[in-house]
């Protein structure tokens, strides 16, 4: 805790004082309801499946060792369907079991995570009961609901349902986003929408869920409900080994991607620089998500050809023959008969071939023209001559990002798409580029064994150039990122474990 | 649920759901139905053949339709209807396989067969998990336990129903493993491993939605039930989707960036390709277990990875040809590759040691070699040996000259295995 600057000690202090309070109160009121055991009981069994899937979570964290995407939370429907079982009173003491998670977590983090859920069930809780009232024939507020018989009709649950998941990941988000730019110094704007986008279905999941664990709760039997958790559990599990997968699949490629660079030093990790810059200019152009990611293995293959290319030619420092030049030309043709099979790359085979066009039809393999020349192809090749000027090369040194941009403009229409240009400077305007000199970059060895022709030169390690200088905090703010959308959604405070120690 | 298996042979399997569904037409037809009760049949009925078309590709490549199996099980399990008892067995029999030989007509249609196992074994877990419920009603009701409380006993109902549906699948998931140890000739362990490992997640998800379809349906919500719980099911089914999907383009990807070597001049067209297959056929023939055959797979692929590192390429590639010292270090430097991917440990311990000899010094065996290893390193000889060509004697001299260094450098039973690939390959040539 002492990592953290005062005005985020003295915030989390007060929303665990707050949890506090709201538990005391949710007792004390809780001890004077009628069917007093019984409730009880059903907060207990509640808790108790809360605490199950807390762990479950926590299992498949360990287990699978990836930092997850959007995923689906097991413990949100259990307490939506609280929410109903036990109104405004019980519901909260449901959740704050949280706080109890089976995770090495510092103790206040489990406070704070557990105060969260109490206050944010505690709002969701009362908007479900006083919209529900509203909506029910006898406009009564149900602080203590029936535990024997209830409404049901979907027409006076579902949008109480509904509003009170919203409640309940606003205020979870709002305090989550305000510890986190207290602690980060960032724009809460900016985590808030970094996070909440994407829980637009899974909040409607999380009413869904709720509502039928409540529904089988109370109609049919507490053992039951927990059949209503199986699929969701089971679709857990599978999404995570999806994201597992999916990770491995990343990584994979990019390390087989790097065992192309090899070849040629001064390539180190131009594949994936030049990936992240069409990447910037696809989504400054405007183009789909799934375009966009397309785009992104574009960047990552586009030179895979050059295995074809001898390495003395790759390596040579003066000027190239007319046989060499044209060793070299073959690469993109190469490129494409690897990544032809490639379904899912769709129209960024076709760039992979043409990336080296130029607008005036001078480029080659096919000297097409203009319009002729598909998009990716134009894209990568403003990202590709992009990442070339500003790392440095057998032939001349880096050159900054202002001039590697002003050189673009000057060459749009003869080489390059002008819009394309255009995307790329106003895309580096606003995010920025971080320049990795290529020359000087020396990565640990010793671990690794090195990869290069030259057995002891350090610099030609295995360890290649990844380390595109991202800055510390930005770092930092992805891995709180990661946690957080972990559960898709704000659902907690980072655990000390990042969940890849097992 | 089976693996993709259109009407091949008539299997004892396929025989004794015949028996089992002929025998229940023929006492559904003979005795009349309670009131009400043809309605619920065939409104599970339309569930079931709409659960039918809506499939979904597992892991491995296995079909399932979970809807329609989580459908025909409430129909199994289903205690009541509008307070109707069910007539029994015979009759969720009926229009469990009349469902689903009605929702496979699509598929007939466009000339893509009926998926006879996967409907064979539903038939048969329809009627296991029917079977197993039959005398509970009476023992509640009329029974020692009629005097019990209604809450403990609709727990124990609740109970039952789990258990019935749990084993019905489990029965499910053991004659799919019959099923394919008989196809792929394996042994049946194997298989059920393997089956378990795939079926597991969405068998459970399977039981746990056709009890809860049956209970809500026999309580209060009719009809509504099967809509309502297949949304669940539906989630299930969509991430298992996202995952089958992943895999598959894992793999293509893998296969096409094998190909690197090969553009790059350093190994022979198709080497990898052909290397990863022998070794598949090698490893299955070994009884070898699904996951462990993904990482041979893998491992095959990318067993000359290694070779990029290498300022030359060697002469036709062949690296069984070359230098000891050098293979090892091509398999280090490959293993490395796949290492960093961080993914993949498993592959790139097979990769670093696929140029290991078997037995490293006169006498036993190195026991820590993996067996991927060293059907890779046979597998690898033989395809520098022999490439593309179908000559026989080629092949011939090849595999004589691998089982002529078992005593050092190949497991002899890898070559064993390879010989009998060899031979099977001749025969079909043969024949």
Redesign the interface.
Known sequence: MRDFPLRTRVFIAAVIVAGLLGIIACLIHTAHAPDVFLRFGYIAALALLVFASEAFSAALARSVATREGVS?SVTMPIAMASVIILGPWGAPLVTAVVALEPRRTPWFKRCFNGSMNVLSTLGAAWTYALLHAQLSSDHQIQVFPSLTSMDFRPSSVLIPMLAATLVHEVINGALMVTVLALAERVSPWRIWFGTMAESALPLF?YS??GL?LAV?WL???P??GV??L???M??R???S??S??????E??????I???E??DAYTRGHSERVSRASVMIGRSAGMREDRVSSLRYAGMLHD??K??VP?RILQKSGKLTDEEFDAIKMHPT?GR????????LGEAVEGILLHHERMDGRGYPNGLKGDEIPEFARILSVADAFDSMTTTRSYRGARSVEEAMDELRRCKDTQFDAGFVEALVAAVTRDGWDVVDTTNQVTPSGS??A???DDDDPTAS??LGLGLATPVDHAALDAFMSEIVRDGGIHGLPTGDKGSTP | MSRRSDTRSVLPLQLAAAVVAVGSFAYTASNPLPEGILGAGVVFGIFIALGEILRVTLPGGRQAAPLAAAGSLAFALLPSFKGVPLPGVAFAVTVVTLASIVGSLPRVFVGRGIHLDEVSQRVLMTATAAALIAPWPELLNHGELADLSDVLKSNIQLIVMVVAGALAGLLEIALAAATRANEARMPFSVALVDELRAMIGITTAVTATGVLMALAASKSMDYWALPVFAVPMLLTQFSFRRYSSIEATYLQTIRALSKVTEVGGYTESGHARRVSVLSSRIGSELGMTERELTDLEYAALMHDIGQLAWPDPFPGGATSLIAPVHQRRIAELGAEVVRQSGALDSVALIVERQADSYRPGPGLPDESLPLASRIIKVANAYDDAVGASLDMERMQYSLDRLTGATDREYDPAVVDALARIVDRRFEQSYS
């Not at chain 1, 008969?337 to 899912?344: A, P, Y």
């Open positions: 689906i999941i869904i869920f039928m089988v109609t049919i039997s053992l039951a059949l209503v199986a699929p969701l089971v679709a599990w599978v999404f080994m999806f597992a997968r999916q990770e491995a699949y990584s994979t490629i990019r390390s087989l790097q065992a192309v090899t070849k895979v050809g295995l074809g390495t190469r008969e690897i990544t032809k099979d490639l379904e899912f690794a064994p990869m290069g022709s295995s360890e």
